[in-house]
Structure formats: C-alpha cells, structure tokens
C-alpha cells in the first residue's frame, strides 16, 4: 500500500487549502482513510478520518466545522478540505490507512502512512 499526501503550503490565516492523499496498491474497499497531523514540538495528533464509502466520518474537536474530509472512490484520493485556517493549523499533515475501517483516532491503529505534506498559516 503506498499513500502519497500532497497540496501543502504556505497561506494566511482565514485562508483555505485543500490536501490529496491518493493511495494505490490494493483494493481498498474494507478500509478507512485518515488525516493527522504533527506540530513543531508536538506529537501527531487526529484529525479527521472517513470510511472507504464516504458515508461515515469523524473529526476532532479543533477542526470540526471548519475543515471537511471527502473521498473520490474512482481515483483512491481522499481529500481534506480546510477553512477558515489558523496559525494553529500549521504543521505536518499525513495521511494513514486502517485496515479495519473503523475510523479510530489513534496513530497506532493506522498501518500504512505517507510521506506528509506541510502546511504553514502565518497569522
């Protein structure tokens, strides 16, 4: 299973960006798909994860409202959304897959991880 997380970058607070994770290597149809993210000094945290039928997803409790995760099942890509970005926002994000598709918020449930994009919200 590979992941390959991609549209990072540098923006203002209050600005909008949209992250990519395409993964490949299996089929995935008995998987969730996760967002974390780790900040300078900290460690990496939940963020928002979805089920491989995009009918179920969990957030955390810092992003819910304001960012959205979606999955294009044709393409394998799962996508997070994010508004309304604050300085807070900034650090690596990574994406993870779970075998059983449970959407659990531990990085120790995950098993497969890409390589992280990073995200700076200067304020």
């Known amino acids: 299973v590979q992941l390959q997380a991609s549209g990072g970058g540098l923006v203002q607070a209050g600005a909008s960006l949209r992250l990519s994770c395409a993964a490949s290597?299996?089929?995935?149809?008995?998987?969730?798909l996760g967002w974390f993210r780790r900040a300078p000094g900290k460690e990496r945290e939940f963020v928002a994860a979805i089920n491989w039928s995009g009918r179920r997803a969990v957030y955390a409790g810092s992003v819910k409202g304001r960012f959205a995760i979606s999955i294009e099942k044709v393409k394998n890509t799962v996508y997070l959304q994010m508004n309304s970005l604050k300085p807070e926002d900034t650090a690596v994000y990574y994406c993870?897959?779970?075998?059983?598709?449970?959407?659990?918020?531990?990085?120790?449930?995950?098993?497969?991880w890409g390589q992280g994009t990073q995200v700076t919200v200067s304020s």
């Open positions: 290597g299996r089929t995935f149809g008995t998987y969730a």
């Open positions: 993870g897959a779970d075998r059983q598709g449970s959407m659990r918020i531990y990085v120790a449930d995950y098993d497969y």
